[in-house]
């Protein structure tokens, strides 16, 4: 069974700190991403990953960056927390050309 | 700006009623079609994946793809209430190997 996992469910953080999301896969995935879900907005790629130091803007990278150190471990750092930051973070891997599988998600709130 | 569209619902049938959830793609060259389940508050969970023209079966689920037509549809079938959830569907375009582009969901509500 392909497992995904984040290092948080739920996280509250102020405005203005510094925030790491972990993403952990156990399948050997050479590629990773983070995206965020927001209502009616759909899912929207912030950053992903093809291989280790590998990263590759999405299509909203502003106010994020990532950490891919190894293989089986993708980060989501939020430089400066802001509320429009607000939002459910979901990480995922693949294979290339296969299928992808998302870990359970983490809902932030910055206040 | 390659594209992957649905109709974003909500698609209502009754239970036990067949559910045809369709979904569109721009890039001619796609070669790799998924669709994940979505319940409120929960990430997406993939149910089927098709690679080839036709149909694909799998317990009540069957994905239909027709790249001629630039389509993928999935069919429920036996609709239950616990159905009730939103439908993306995936495409893996020519352009990047890596990622897919999603849609932005169909909305499917099984009335008991």
């Known amino acids: 069974d392909v497992k995904v996992t984040q290092s948080s469910r739920y996280l509250v953080k102020r405005t203005g700190e510094k925030v790491f999301l972990e993403c952990v896969q156990d399948m050997d995935h050479e590629n990773m991403f983070w995206y965020r879900q927001d209502p009616g907005l759909g899912l929207r790629l912030i950053y992903f990953s093809y291989d280790v130091k590998m990263k590759e803007k999405g299509d909203i990278p502003e106010g994020y960056s990532v950490s891919r150190e190894k293989k089986e471990r993708f980060s989501l750092i939020l430089e400066s927390a802001s509320t429009n930051q607000t939002s459910m973070y979901l990480c995922?891997?693949?294979?290339?050309?296969?299928?992808?599988?998302f870990g359970p998600g983490t809902r932030l709130t910055v206040t | 700006q390659k594209e992957v569209e649905q109709n974003s619902g909500p698609l209502s049938v009754p239970e036990g009623a067949i559910a045809s959830l369709n979904c569109t793609y721009s890039?001619?060259?796609?070669?790799?079609f998924f669709w994940y389940r979505q319940y409120s508050g929960k990430s997406p969970e993939l149910i089927m994946f098709?690679?080839?023209?036709g149909d694909k079966e799998d317990g009540r689920f069957t994905a239909q793809l027709n790249k001629a037509s630039q389509y993928v549809s999935l069919l429920i079938r036996d609709s239950q209430p616990s159905d009730s959830a939103t439908y993306l569907c995936a495409v893996n375009i020519v352009d990047s190997s890596y990622k897919l582009i999603f849609g932005s969901g169909t909305r499917l509500l099984v009335r008991p």
């Open positions: 995922a891997s693949r294979i290339t050309g296969g299928e992808q599988y």
């Open positions: 098709i690679y080839s023209n």
């Open positions: 890039d001619r060259g796609s070669q790799s």
